[in-house]
Nanobody, 123 residues
């Protein structure tokens, strides 16, 4: 098991940017693929983006393509989610999740989760 801590959420206006960070507790973090999910009020938790162990493979949900960028720094045990041109519909709790081997876009495939960080976008 790896412990994950998300930071970087907050209250911003539409059009602003935020960078979320997901920091892991152990040095073997480079063995894990990592994904970001989000859960808006009254909604299911949905896939946002994922990145492979060394960062060579990345994937985005349609809602974030062209606006969100996922990256990682394995020397810092950290994965980032840069979010630009934020919209009110991006308001949600954002979670990072990790799994060994290849990433997927299904939340049920991940067994390591952070506690989440709130992102609120006002219009």
């Amino acid at each position: 098991q790896v412990q994950l801590v998300e930071t970087g959420g907050g209250l911003v206006q539409a059009g602003d940017s935020l960078r979320l960070s997901c920091t892991a507790s152990e040095s073997t973090f480079s063995m894990y693929s990592v994904a970001w999910f989000r859960q808006g009020p009254g909604k299911e938790r949905e896939f946002v983006a994922a990145i492979s162990q060394r960062g060579y493979s990345r994937s985005y949900a349609d809602s974030g393509k062209g606006r969100f960028t996922i990256s990682r720094d394995n020397a810092k045990n950290t994965v980032y989610l840069q979010m630009n041109s934020l919209k009110p519909e991006d308001t949600a709790v954002y979670y990072c999740a990790a799994k060994l081997r290849d990433w997927t876009d299904s939340r049920t495939d991940y067994n390591n989760w952070g506690q989440g960080t709130q992102v609120t976008v006002s219009s």
